[in-house]
């Protein structure tokens, strides 16, 4: 999720080499946890389109 967690105690999560990802609903940590690398790339790509769009 690229938005803040309101609580993070009640957000579902997964580690992965160090860092910690948060899910929008208990129902992508077990699709992450299958294959994170693929769902982290396309994070970081929607990070450099936002960053992008910013400037």
Do not use: H, T, W
């Not at 997964?14 to 790339?41: E, H, L, V």
């Not at 450099?48 to 910013?54: D, G, I, S, T, Y």
Request: with cysteine; aromatic share 12%.
């Amino acid at each position: 999720m690229l938005d803040e967690v309101e609580d993070p105690a009640d957000a579902a999560y997964s580690d992965y080499q160090g860092k910690r990802y948060y899910f929008c609903c208990p129902a992508c940590k077990p699709k992450f946890d299958k294959n994170p690398r693929r769902y982290i790339r396309a994070l970081e790509a929607k990070q450099r389109r936002m960053a992008k769009a910013k400037s």
